[in-house]
């Protein structure tokens, strides 16, 4: 049974970089099959998703947090990682780390199948 | 703003049957696999749907997915009340290379 954990701080500063890591249980993060992705939900809002990273350590991000958010990955301990960076109060929302189907044909993704349980994360100094 | 467009709301009795649309463009649900989450407070976003209208196992086919042009139809026969809860919309938008989502839509049993 694959199993995703968010940890990390659940308060940061303004200004400050937001720093989370999602640790995979019961799967590779190198099989090949998935991207690893970052989504979060906003107090009252819908879900936005952050971006996604392959094992090899290629990414995609949203346009809009592109300027501040890098994902990394470790296959050694089996975990990728989130960084949001210059970060607001436009920021606190819960974060959830998620496994995305690749495409075989296209290397699109085509949905986000294992989610993490998502960890609140606050803004505030 | 989002770029796939649900209603934000939709209320059945519980045994009936329930339809939530998610409309796109060419970019996006026209061109690309959509998948449907259902998502409870404070628990996990659970998928659905896959390939437009694939389910994973374990879930029930009272859950159905179609798609038609650039518009996406999630299907839930049967209500029960434990069905109560957010559902979202989600596909690859190939303009803009990027994941996006529906705005959600609050499924009320009465």
């Known amino acids: 049974q694959v199993q995703l954990q968010e940890s990390g701080p659940g308060l940061v500063k303004p200004s400050q970089t937001l720093s989370l890591t999602c640790t995979v249980s019961?799967?590779?993060?190198?099989?090949?099959?998935?991207?690893w992705s970052w989504i979060r939900q906003h107090p009252g809002k819908g879900l936005e998703w952050i971006g996604y990273?392959?094992?090899?350590?290629?990414?995609s991000y949203n346009p809009s947090l592109k300027s501040r958010v890098t994902i990394s990955v470790d296959t050694s301990k089996n975990q990728f990682s989130l960084k949001l960076s210059s970060v607001t109060a436009a920021d606190t929302a819960v974060y959830y780390c998620?496994?995305?189907?690749?495409?075989?044909?296209?290397?699109?993704?085509?949905?986000?199948?294992?989610w993490g349980q998502g960890t609140t994360v606050t803004v505030s100094s | 703003q989002s770029v796939l467009t649900q209603p934000p709301s939709v209320s059945a009795a519980p045994g009936q049957k329930v339809s939530i649309t998610c409309s796109g463009s060419?970019?996006?649900?026209?061109?690309?696999?959509i998948s449907w989450y259902q998502h409870l407070p404070g628990i996990a976003p659970k998928l659905l749907i896959y390939?437009?209208?694939k389910r994973p196992s374990g879930i029930p086919d009272r859950f159905s997915g179609s798609k038609s042009g650039t518009s996406a139809t999630l299907g839930i026969t049967g209500l029960q009340t434990g069905d109560e809860a957010d559902y979202y919309c989600?596909?690859?938008?190939?303009?803009?290379?990027?994941?996006?989502f529906g705005g959600g839509t609050k499924l009320t049993v009465l």
């Open positions: 390939d437009n209208n």
């Open positions: 998620a496994r995305v189907i690749r495409g075989i044909i296209t290397p699109n993704p085509y949905g986000m199948d294992v």
């Open positions: 019961g799967a590779s993060i190198s099989g090949g099959r998935y991207y």
């Open positions: 989600g596909t690859w938008d190939s303009s803009v290379n990027a994941w996006v």
């Open positions: 060419s970019s996006n649900i026209g061109n690309n696999y």
């Open positions: 990273i392959y094992y090899s350590g290629s990414t």
